[in-house]
T-cell receptor, first 109, second 119 residues
């Protein structure tokens, strides 16, 4: 599975949009981009995933560049409860989830 | 939908004893379950993958005789840490993927984790 690169930490003001970047320049054509988050001392929570097209659900939006080498997770109106470590993972269908170090997002009042 | 539970949420045991952790999919049939371990300040590490009715596939470096995995039904997998030692103290997390209505079959949903402390 392709490797991803994420900034180790980011801050965001409460109520503002949080934009979390992820680079996956070696992604293959059959690999999906998955986003999970882990709030302290809990199991990871699935957020969203996509292949080529942008995706949106009740939690977030996923913007994938046309060349698929990078993506951005957008939390439109961050709240304090969104403070967590966010993991960007690429995998083939049915493949393993290999977790990197993720981005530690701190939402501040 | 897609709820995964774990029991117990935390356990303290003496060195040399065995500990069993249960992972259940509450509202879907989990054809595949995964077990992860997470040490403080580190990311999750995949330990093994199990398919219902089959033997688990362990990741390199994970001792299969020490970490016994059973996936006897479509809603339950167990991880038994045998002869636990202090270095086995960690946060153990399971995940499951399967089928239920509109749920994506390929997405893994995680349990809340079990914190193990071996004295």
């Amino acid at each position: 599975d392709a490797k991803t690169t994420q900034p180790p930490s980011m801050d965001c003001a409460e109520g503002r949009a949080a934009n979390l970047p992820c680079n996956h320049s070696t992604i293959s054509g059959n690999e999906y981009v998955y986003w999970y988050r882990q709030i302290h001392s809990q199991g990871p929570q699935y957020i969203i995933h996509g292949l080529k097209n942008n995706e949106t659900n009740e939690m977030a939006s996923l913007i994938i560049t046309e060349d698929r080498k990078s993506s951005t997770l957008i939390l439109p109106h961050a709240t304090l409860r969104d403070t967590a470590v966010y993991y960007c993972i690429v995998r083939v269908r049915g493949g393993k989830l290999i977790f990197g170090q993720g981005t530690e997002l701190s939402v501040k009042p | 939908g897609a709820v995964v539970s774990q029991h117990p949420s935390w356990v303290i045991c003496k060195s040399g004893t065995s500990v069993k952790i249960e992972c259940r999919s509450l509202d879907f049939q989990a054809t595949t379950m995964f077990w992860y371990r997470q040490f403080p300040k580190q990311s999750l590490m995949l330990m093994a993958t199990s398919n219902e009715g089959s033997k688990a596939t362990y990741e390199q470096g994970v001792e299969k005789d020490k970490f016994l995995i059973n996936h006897a039904s479509l809603t339950l997998s167990t991880l038994t840490v045998t002869s636990a030692h202090p270095e086995d103290s960690s946060f153990y997390i399971c995940s499951a993927s399967g089928t239920s209505g509109s749920m994506s079959q390929e997405t893994q949903y995680f349990g809340p984790g079990t914190r193990l402390l071996v004295l």
